[in-house]
């Protein structure tokens, strides 16, 4: 079975600090995404990385940046977190454009 | 830009009951792919069905089906025989032949009742 795996389910962090959500796959997938997730938006993509040390913004990328220095490994960073980050966060991978994509379990953050 | 539309941001049905989820999409792309997802209160998304423009036929997997009408740009789910453990959200999703990006309805939440 496909895994990815998302470092925490739930997060607590303090405004200004900077904030870190791991994302590892095992399935040699190319493409790895970063969404957020709010209640009546739907899922907000916000960077996407098709290889290694390869990113392009998704529609919402301020206030974040990510890592792709290996393949099974996508990391967001929230580079001084504010309390309009407080979301859900979902990492995802796929292995071809039109391809399923499997979901890790999500990371609730909550800024204060 | 494309958009999806998903116009009913929650329902309920009896367990055994059908259900039928409406999503519409907008797009001048001829070759693109639809989606439905499935979150469940545990948060984990999994693809419920999965359906190629090109493709005429409707995709069905196990109770979940599809119509899809392509020239009306609509892309709705139907739950045969709906369980319990089919209370979730489901999203419908877009993406073009060219393009790596999926674009996602709101959601509509679906609650099945004993």
């Known amino acids: 079975d496909v895994k990815v795996t998302q470092s925490s389910r739930y997060l607590v962090k303090r405004t200004g600090e900077k904030v870190f959500l791991e994302c590892v796959q095992d399935?040699?997938?190319?493409?790895m995404f970063w969404y957020r997730q709010d209640p009546g938006l739907g899922l907000r993509l916000i960077y996407f990385s098709y290889d290694v040390k390869m990113k392009e913004k998704g529609d919402i990328p301020e206030g974040y940046s990510v890592s792709r220095e290996k393949k099974e490994r996508f990391s967001l960073i929230l580079e001084s977190a504010s309390t309009n980050q407080t979301s859900m966060y979902l990492c995802?991978?796929?292995?071809?454009?039109?391809?399923?994509?499997?979901f890790g379990q999500g990371t609730r953050l909550t800024v204060v | 830009a494309q958009t999806v539309t998903q116009s009913q941001p929650e329902m309920s049905v009896q367990e055994a009951e059908t259900v039928t989820l409406s999503c519409t999409y907008d797009?001048?792309?001829?070759?693109?792919?639809l989606f439905w997802y499935k979150q469940p209160p545990s948060r984990q998304m999994i693809l419920v069905i999965r359906?190629?423009?090109?493709k005429q036929q409707n995709a069905t997997e196990n109770r979940f089906s599809v119509n899809f009408q392509k020239a009306a740009k609509s892309f709705s789910l139907k739950i045969s025989d709906s369980q319990l453990g089919d209370t979730a959200m489901y999203f419908c999703?877009?993406?073009?032949?060219?393009?790596?990006?999926?674009?996602w309805g709101a959601g509509t939440k679906l609650i099945i009742k004993p």
């Open positions: 399935m040699d997938h190319e493409n």
């Open positions: 999703a877009f993406m073009m032949d060219s393009n790596y990006q999926l674009i």
């Open positions: 995802a991978s796929s292995f071809i454009n039109g391809g399923e994509a499997f």
């Open positions: 797009t001048s792309e001829s070759n693109y792919y």
């Open positions: 359906q190629e423009a090109y």
